[in-house]
């Protein structure tokens, strides 16, 4: 990274030349340090390599996606994370929120992948339509295809921003018309973190970065590439109704008194306990509240295929592999039907094919009887 | 038909192979029912304070330990196979021999088909599981294997021994907990059918044949003709003991 050092100045010299003083500084290392999940002592560290670090270069592509990860992300609960890490972070590239356009985009674009060939990051909003040649989402004429790859190449690291870039989200629900493909599947030479959610949570996102411009390096991961810090733990097993859960007190629709009394709303097709998330401790705008404490169930938007796993508002279970709906019970019960009439039929019929066999061997099971001494 | 046919007491399945099956069906029955209850709970009417119940919590508790009750004799099972006599041997299950397919077809014909034989053929009768049995029960053995990986992947995240958390990577290898739950919870339904076909045929072959096909599960032993136990013992199948067998009449 020596090289363009002098042409970028530190985090924190940024800061401080937005306006915002030391102590605002140590609050946002401490903020984001407990976000990130790091222990007390680690405030200093953050605080160190946010002083030293050079700014990292970064390029957000925006391919098949709403921009809720932007908002999100601008959202997110400290000024600092908003001014500095966005708009100094992003200055380099990001089409929804840079002071240049058309041209004079993709040329600075252009000449920052050029400078900082492996040391810019590459963050990816959306995902990419691998159909017809990658022709159903292009920006300046090329394909998003086409730019993923090209500025895939020299990026030191890629941040999959969101379901889309992560899982393909809504446009990849079937029957995927335009075969939106997840980053992780075309790229497959690049350190690649998911942060999948739809959008993410904003805490979340500042926090990932943070992790990577302070300590240089990928923050830990699970196997599904995403931070252990934010998806080890299932929306369910951090959520507030749980004792509820436990309990076996459901609420059984959305307007009797059980869902008034905040009862746990499993049978109303919560989500939560199949999607890995930080919305029951980080929470949701600043903090206020998340999908389950504001009465509506987790619809797990940040896993795989959402989407497709059945409703919303009911617990089913669908056949793995059925692309209709294709209901495990509805089926199984129709099944056990079927064979239960297929038994009794062949106990009917082996009756009727065997009598012979049968009726010599229950004659002869009567005249052992008669035969006994007596 | 003067032919008298004398039977003999034959030990067939040991006592770790029964403690496996009724072991293996009581786990069976309580996991299916917990298993339906955990995916649609019906809502109790309390007005007591979640604190003070812990009525789903002891479902779920309970589905956790017969879970781990079908593992466990699943292993001691599995061990059996290797220890056990020549009914309970894994030989008895390896399905790539030529007498396991004659039997097979056997099988399909004279049972599964109900079509006569002109002349009983005692060599075709078996003595521990037929082939068609061992074959079905492999297929539940991958099928447990299946259930007991998805089921402690999804369990292992809340898990702190490390014998669930050997499963986790199993929700990664598939996407996510919503697949696996799914996977989960279809594969139950092929231990439905399979317990339905299974206690129908054993109460066929009870009803048709004779052989004390239903208590031998509790007791051990089955009945098996003398001119069978014969041919056996020619082909070194199994060794006659004539005084510890105790010899029935039909």
Known sequence: MAKNNELRETYYESIIKQGYSRRDFMKFATYIAAYMGLENSMVGQVAKSLETTHRVPVIWEHFQECTCCSESFIRSDHPIVADIILDKISLDYTLTLMAASGHQAEAAKQATMEKYKGEYILCVEGSVPMGDDGNYCCIGGRSAKDLLIESAAGAKAIIAWGSCASNGCVQAAKPNPTNATPIHKIIKNKPIIRVPGCPPIGEVMAGVIVHLVTFGRLPELDRLGRPKAFYAKRVHDSCYRRPYYDAGLFAQTFDDKNAKDGYCLYKLGCKGPMTYNSCGTIKWNNGVSYPIQSGHGCIGCSEENFWDNGPFYERLTKVPGLHEEGLADDIGKVGAGILAGGLAVHAIAANISKRKELTSRINRGISNEKNIDS | ?250
């Open chain 2, 1 to 250: 038909m003067k032919k008298i046919t004398n039977f003999k007491r034959v030990y067939v399945w040991e006592l770790p192979v029964r403690i496996f099956h009724w072991l293996n069906v009581l786990a069976l029955f309580v996991l299916v029912v917990t298993g339906f209850i955990i995916a649609n709970p019906p809502a109790i009417l309390s007005s007591a304070e979640a604190t003070n119940l812990h009525t789903f919590g002891f479902v779920r508790f309970l589905h956790f330990t017969a879970a781990y009750i079908f593992l466990f004799v699943l292993i001691l099972r599995v061990y059996w196979s290797f220890m056990g006599n020549r009914f309970a041997s894994w030989r008895a299950f390896w399905p790539f021999t030529k007498k396991n397919w004659n039997n097979f077809w056997h099988v399909m014909k004279i049972d599964i088909m109900l079509m006569n034989e002109k002349e009983e053929d005692v060599s075709k009768i078996s003595i521990g599981h037929n082939s068609v049995a061992t074959l079905s029960y492999l297929v539940m053995f991958v099928l447990a294997l299946v259930q007991i990986a998805t089921g402690f992947a999804l369990y292992g995240d809340m898990a702190s021994w490390w014998l669930p958390k050997m499963f986790v990577w199993v929700i990664p290898l598939f996407g996510g907990d919503f697949i696996v739950r799914s996977i989960h919870h279809t594969a139950m339904w092929f231990f439905i059918f399979f317990a339905m076909v299974h206690v129908y045929l054993v109460f066929y072959h009870d009803w048709l044949e004779g052989r004390g096909e239903v208590s031998s599960i509790f007791g051990g032993y089955k009945f098996v003709s003398d001119e069978r136990l014969k041919h056996a013992h020619n082909e070194d199948e199994v060794e006659i003991k004539d005084e510890k067998g105790i010899v029935a009449t039909k």
